[in-house]
């Protein structure tokens, strides 16, 4: 692209996307059920998650722990994974059971590519999660991994006080050498059963929420990840819904059944019509640019200005950078 509209801040621009991992898709694969997890390694989806949270029945903690440290352990066997990312949602702080979920973790030779962790509600709490993966790790094993972090917004308290959660994260990265925070997910079912409402398939309960965080997270150049749909038999809710997602900003949506993923894939990719829109308008701007003139244009009879441009930008730049990670 010209040097004009490299000139450009976007959305895709201003993150460092070295070592981008697209997350149309994060799947949640519970490591208490072994069959499933020998299954990991053919996934194909932007990001697989293991998981120990809500996933995973508090009498299956134990042996889920020790089904993904041994995932770990054993990595390299498990050969070449479908997916991009391989991560691990932990247990949140205040549940009492991260430490023990770290503990068993730790012990694997390696570790995952992402950490997630779940019901981050308040900036001390940071402070206490650093010093379960410190004391457990050791600071140089984490400050030498390329691990990343992604935390969860999913309670009232969170949403409110977004900013200050996700600046504290970013800064335990800067100052203590912590993952770095990647991006970020809004646990739409418990942040529903915090504020006791009614969970519905339209979703309009949470369009506040929806759009204070993905502004949030926009704010601090991270990725923004949406609700999950658990009504796993209606596609057609779920492509509406990631769709709008998509159209508000998401990068991606939580997913929770194999037969979700192509829905939710798809709908975060933008549409060959809105790509071939996008590369049309950003050469007919060059042009128009290089002659001079004004940098109001009218395209295909719409009015076009900067905004538009760094749109049609945004649709380029997020196709190529998922097409460079395959
Ligand atoms: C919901 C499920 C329990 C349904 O499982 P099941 O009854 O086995 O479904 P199917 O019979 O339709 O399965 C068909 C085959 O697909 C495999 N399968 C199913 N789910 C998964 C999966 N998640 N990953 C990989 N493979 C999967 C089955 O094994 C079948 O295979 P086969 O026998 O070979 O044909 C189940 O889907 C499930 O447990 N899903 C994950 C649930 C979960 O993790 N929930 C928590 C995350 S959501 C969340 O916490 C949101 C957030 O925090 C918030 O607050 O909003
Ligand atoms: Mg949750």
Request: hydrophobic share 40%; charged share 25%; glycine share 6%.
């Amino acid at each position: 692209m010209r040097s004009a509209i490299r000139a450009f801040s976007t959305n895709v621009t201003k993150t460092d996307r070295k070592g981008f991992v697209p997350r149309r898709a994060l799947l949640y694969v519970p490591g208490s059920s072994e069959k499933v997890l020998a299954k990991v390694p053919k996934i194909k989806v932007d990001s697989l998650v293991l998981e120990l949270e809500d996933g995973c029945p508090l009498a299956s903690k134990a042996q889920a722990r020790t089904n993904i440290a041994a995932y770990l352990d054993d990595l390299p066997s498990k050969g070449d994974h479908a997916c991009f990312e391989l991560g691990v949602r932990v247990n949140s702080v205040s549940s009492g059971l991260l430490a023990d979920d770290v503990k068993e973790l730790s012990k694997a030779k390696h570790l995952p590519q992402v950490f997630l962790v779940p019901k981050v509600d308040d900036p001390d709490e940071l402070a206490a999660i650093w010093d379960i993966f410190k004391t457990n790790y050791g600071a140089e094993r984490i400050q030498n991994s390329k691990s990343r972090l992604i935390i969860y917004i999913e309670s009232a308290r969170a949403l409110l006080d977004m900013p200050r959660l996700l600046a504290t994260t970013l800064n335990l990265h800067k100052n203590a050498g912590f993952f770095k925070l990647d991006g970020v997910v809004f646990g739409s079912d418990d942040f529903c059963a915090d504020l006791g409402m009614s969970r519905s398939n339209e979703g309009t309960e949470t369009l506040y929420a929806r759009q204070r965080f993905v502004t949030c997270c926009k704010a601090f150049s991270l990725q923004a990840i949406d609700s999950v749909y658990i009504d796993i038999k209606d596609l057609d809710g779920l492509r509406r819904q990631s769709i709008e997602g998509k159209a508000w900003g998401f990068d991606g949506k939580q997913c929770i059944h194999p037969t979700q993923i192509p829905v939710i894939q798809e709908s975060f990719l933008p549409p060959p019509d809105k790509i071939e829109w996008a590369k049309a308008l950003i050469d007919e701007y060059i042009k128009h640019e290089n002659e001079q003139r004004n940098t109001v244009l009218t395209f295909r009879g719409s009015m076009v200005d900067r905004p538009v441009i760094l749109q049609a930008m945004n649709i380029v730049q997020t196709v190529k950078y998922i097409q460079e990670s395959q």
